[in-house]
């Protein structure tokens, strides 16, 4: 019986790498082929003749690293100000005796699940009368806001679980409220923090749609819009697009590899109390 | 060291009010206790005094000053709390220089404090600590060190032992009072505690239902409680309540089960405004023994033995007064040698000049002027 049961969890387990990883290695893996090997019939899973030569291109034919710093402010800056404002939120939420808390935290959630295309026509003229467009605050803002909802209900399912108490001791140590709430509460909300903080960052790292609306200057270009670029408009470069894709989930790898273990427990707390 | 002035004190919910007007003077220097059952909004009035909690209306001021309007950091108090509130990522050297650092104290000050309240509470070895790695005891002493080194006006003390087991209580018990001895700071304790509001407290708060019943020196809460609420929660077991009827100009208290008492000369003038009608008699349990004496002032009473709890040092025993259907119940406190033995018919003796008399309306204290 047990055997069977971790054979079946075994299983389902592999089913899920598998389904997550194949795209990522199969992209991995073109972005060592020449164009004729990808080409070829049959088709071939390794690459014969391996080169990195998709790799220079990528960082040639198209200002790629002007795209990833364009990536990283956006990015960095919005998670940076929707965890300010998220934990906030989320304070009051879960410590000030708010009327209508429920309906507030339900409101939070239908936000959330907004079609993005809805929201796009009024964003843009908001953004070009205020004369933001091709400028970061373009898609800070908006990303900011987009990701605030899920970040709030992260971090406030986090903050319910410090004792009221920390926060009265700190404030009469010689905290304000917001003091303690960044001194005590958000410190041992870590694990919440930095789950809400990289789902916003890959939140905004992966936005096309808003990224495309709001930048039309090729400088300005955010990685997502970018790598569309490298195709023409009768050819599809396919081992080159798959470099500068792999180029452009490196940093995203390197962040979640750094603070997995936070996040792990970031996104599995609340089920069992620690 | 300060004075804490209560005025008129209110807290209400909306349209209910938990806190009535109390009035209070915690003098400096003084310990006060703060006792009651749950809910009877003890430690929301001492929330109150830190700031952790708005009043309604009334006023509070620490060291003369009003401070209604400050926030807790500007209240210049100490609290220490009942789960310890230790802050679980700072060290215990962290926990307790905080609240002096965000003062800005230079540095050396900081170090010079810390250590000194470490000291006193030998906790030094402890330093590099986190809070979970300490005992339950070493927390205490910690979150008393974090409150000592800021040296304030006045201390707050919210339960602060109630997680502690009974053996490591009563050690931390004589801390805090030695340590009181030795700093003669001014301290509001909050305790559901009974054994605790007696062994530390100058004064006694008796709270119930968010009114002060009584505040009072511990000799005198026990000796002379204010109300059938003050005398049925202080002692351990209770006083003893049976109803009465005033007789004889009152000269006689006549008791369930047919027991009649005579009422000692020095308070018949009391009984007599009460001649005719039906109070509460009190009486404690040590003021009943076993050898039946007859005299002025003890009256012996034929009883049976229901009920026996040895308790070492001494033996409760639950014993039914006189006869018949009505006969009341009551519990004595009675030596270890004195061989009893359940069902056993004994005569006892009732010291009557201890026994309380209460108003059974509005539970309140019959006195006589010599009371």
Same mark, same amino acid.
């Given at each position: 019986?047990?055997?069977?049961?971790?054979?079946?969890?075994?299983?389902?387990?592999?089913?899920?790498?598998?389904?997550?990883?194949?795209?990522?290695?199969?992209?991995?893996?073109?972005?060592?082929?020449?164009?004729?090997?990808?080409?070829?019939?049959?088709?071939?899973?390794?690459?014969?003749?391996?080169?990195?030569?998709?790799?220079?291109?990528?960082?040639?034919?198209?200002?790629?690293?002007?795209?990833?710093?364009?990536?990283?402010?956006?990015?960095?800056?919005?998670?940076?100000?929707?965890?300010?404002?998220?934990?906030?939120?989320?304070?009051?939420?879960?410590?000030?005796?708010?009327?209508?808390?429920?309906?507030?935290?339900?409101?939070?959630?239908?936000?959330?699940?907004?079609?993005?295309?809805?929201?796009?026509?009024?964003?843009?003229?908001?953004?070009?009368?205020?004369?933001?467009?091709?400028?970061?605050?373009?898609?800070?803002?908006?990303?900011?806001?987009?990701?605030?909802?899920?970040?709030?209900?992260?971090?406030?399912?986090?903050?319910?679980?410090?004792?009221?108490?920390?926060?009265?001791?700190?404030?009469?140590?010689?905290?304000?409220?917001?003091?303690?709430?960044?001194?005590?509460?958000?410190?041992?909300?870590?694990?919440?923090?930095?789950?809400?903080?990289?789902?916003?960052?890959?939140?905004?790292?992966?936005?096309?749609?808003?990224?495309?609306?709001?930048?039309?200057?090729?400088?300005?270009?955010?990685?997502?819009?970018?790598?569309?670029?490298?195709?023409?408009?009768?050819?599809?470069?396919?081992?080159?697009?798959?470099?500068?894709?792999?180029?452009?989930?490196?940093?995203?790898?390197?962040?979640?590899?750094?603070?997995?273990?936070?996040?792990?427990?970031?996104?599995?707390?609340?089920?069992?109390?620690? | 060291?300060?004075?804490?002035?209560?005025?008129?004190?209110?807290?209400?919910?909306?349209?209910?009010?938990?806190?009535?007007?109390?009035?209070?003077?915690?003098?400096?220097?003084?310990?006060?206790?703060?006792?009651?059952?749950?809910?009877?909004?003890?430690?929301?009035?001492?929330?109150?005094?830190?700031?952790?909690?708005?009043?309604?209306?009334?006023?509070?001021?620490?060291?003369?000053?009003?401070?209604?309007?400050?926030?807790?950091?500007?209240?210049?108090?100490?609290?220490?709390?009942?789960?310890?509130?230790?802050?679980?990522?700072?060290?215990?050297?962290?926990?307790?220089?905080?609240?002096?650092?965000?003062?800005?104290?230079?540095?050396?000050?900081?170090?010079?404090?810390?250590?000194?309240?470490?000291?006193?509470?030998?906790?030094?070895?402890?330093?590099?600590?986190k809070p979970r790695e300490l005992s339950g005891g070493q927390r205490q002493r910690v979150a008393m060190g974090r409150a000592i080194v800021r040296q304030p006006k006045a201390f707050l003390f919210d339960e602060p032992l109630s997680n502690l087991d009974a053996l490591l209580r009563a050690e931390m018990r004589v801390e805090i009072k030695k340590l009181h001895q030795k700093l003669r700071n001014t301290i509001i304790y909050v305790t559901h505690d009974q054994v605790e509001a007696m062994t530390l407290a100058d004064r006694i708060?008796?709270?119930?239902?968010?009114?002060?019943?009584?505040?009072?020196?511990?000799?005198?809460?026990?000796?002379?409680?204010?109300?059938?609420?003050?005398?049925?929660?202080?002692?351990?077991?209770?006083?003893?309540?049976?109803?009465?009827?005033?007789?004889?100009?009152?000269?006689?208290?006549?008791?369930?089960?047919?027991?009649?008492?005579?009422?000692?000369?020095?308070?018949?003038?009391?009984?007599?405004?009460?001649?005719?009608?039906?109070?509460?008699?009190?009486?404690?349990?040590?003021?009943?023994?076993?050898?039946?004496?007859?005299?002025?002032? #003890?009256?012996? $009473? !034929?009883?049976? %033995?229901?009920?026996?709890?040895?308790?070492?040092? =001494?033996?409760?025993?639950? *014993? /039914?007064?006189?006869?018949?259907?009505?006969?009341?119940?009551?519990?004595?406190?009675?030596?270890?040698?004195?061989?009893?033995?359940?069902?056993? #018919?004994?005569? $006892? !003796?009732?010291? %009557?000049?201890?026994?309380?008399?209460?108003?059974? =309306?509005?539970?309140?204290? *019959? /006195?006589?002027?010599?009371?």
């Amino acid at each position: 019986m047990n055997w069977t049961r971790s054979k079946i969890i075994w299983i389902a387990a592999a089913i899920i790498v598998v389904n997550g990883f194949f795209p990522a290695v199969w992209i991995l893996l073109t972005s060592f082929k020449t164009e004729t090997e990808l080409l070829q019939v049959p088709i071939t899973y390794l690459p014969q003749a391996a080169t990195l030569d998709n790799y220079i291109a990528a960082f040639t034919a198209q200002p790629i690293l002007r795209f990833m710093w364009n990536s990283v402010v956006v990015a960095g800056l919005s998670t940076a100000l929707c965890v300010l404002v998220s934990a906030l939120a989320a304070y009051a939420l879960t410590r000030l005796k708010l009327p209508h808390r429920n309906l507030i935290m339900s409101l939070l959630l239908a936000v959330a699940m907004f079609p993005l295309i809805s929201l796009m026509v009024p964003l843009f003229k908001l953004m070009r009368e205020l004369g933001l467009l091709n400028t970061y605050l373009a898609l800070i803002l908006p990303y900011t806001v987009l990701s605030m909802p899920i970040c709030t209900l992260v971090m406030a399912s986090f903050f319910q679980d410090i004792p009221s108490d920390l926060e009265a001791a700190a404030m009469i140590d010689g905290c304000s409220r917001v003091g303690a709430l960044f001194k005590i509460v958000v410190p041992l909300s870590a694990p919440g923090v930095f789950t809400a903080a990289i789902l916003a960052f890959v939140n905004a790292w992966d936005e096309f749609l808003l990224a495309l609306t709001m930048m039309n200057r090729v400088n300005m270009r955010t990685l997502s819009v970018g790598i569309t670029l490298y195709q023409g408009e009768f050819a599809f470069p396919w081992p080159l697009i798959s470099a500068a894709l792999i180029v452009a989930i490196v940093p995203i790898c390197i962040l979640i590899a750094v603070f997995q273990e936070r996040v792990v427990g970031g996104l599995t707390a609340g089920g069992v109390k620690g | 060291m300060a004075q804490v002035r209560l005025k008129n004190v209110v807290k209400a919910y909306g349209s209910n009010e938990v806190i009535h007007g109390i009035d209070l003077s915690v003098e400096s220097g003084e310990f006060v206790v703060f006792v009651g059952p749950s809910g009877c909004g003890k430690s929301t009035l001492l929330r109150m005094i830190a700031g952790l909690e708005d009043i309604t209306s009334g006023e509070i001021a620490i060291g003369g000053r009003v401070v209604n309007q400050l926030p807790p950091r500007a209240r210049d108090i100490a609290m220490v709390f009942q789960d310890y509130a230790l802050y679980p990522h700072k060290s215990v050297f962290e926990n307790m220089a905080f609240g002096l650092r965000l003062r800005k104290l230079p540095r050396d000050e900081i170090q010079r404090r810390v250590s000194d309240a470490a000291g006193i509470l030998q906790i030094e070895h402890l330093f590099e600590r986190k809070p979970r790695e300490l005992s339950g005891g070493q927390r205490q002493r910690v979150a008393m060190g974090r409150a000592i080194v800021r040296q304030p006006k006045a201390f707050l003390f919210d339960e602060p032992l109630s997680n502690l087991d009974a053996l490591l209580r009563a050690e931390m018990r004589v801390e805090i009072k030695k340590l009181h001895q030795k700093l003669r700071n001014t301290i509001i304790y909050v305790t559901h505690d009974q054994v605790e509001a007696m062994t530390l407290a100058d004064r006694i708060v008796v709270l119930q239902a968010g009114k002060l019943v009584q505040c009072d020196a511990p000799d005198a809460i026990y000796n002379r409680p204010a109300a059938h609420f003050v005398a049925g929660f202080m002692g351990s077991p209770p006083m003893n309540f049976l109803p009465c009827q005033v007789g004889d100009g009152g000269r006689i208290l006549h008791l369930p089960g047919g027991i009649d008492l005579n009422v000692p000369a020095n308070r018949v003038a009391e009984c007599a405004r009460h001649s005719g009608r039906s109070l509460t008699f009190g009486l404690r349990p040590e003021h009943i023994s076993a050898n039946a004496q007859s005299g002025a002032s #003890s009256a012996p $009473v !034929s009883a049976r %033995l229901m009920l026996i709890e040895p308790l070492g040092s =001494d033996t409760l025993g639950v *014993i /039914r007064l006189g006869n018949g259907e009505e006969a009341g119940e009551i519990t004595g406190r009675f030596p270890p040698e004195a061989g009893l033995s359940v069902g056993q #018919s004994l005569s $006892v !003796s009732l010291a %009557l000049n201890r026994f309380h008399l209460f108003d059974p =309306d509005s539970g309140k204290a *019959i /006195r006589g002027a010599d009371w």
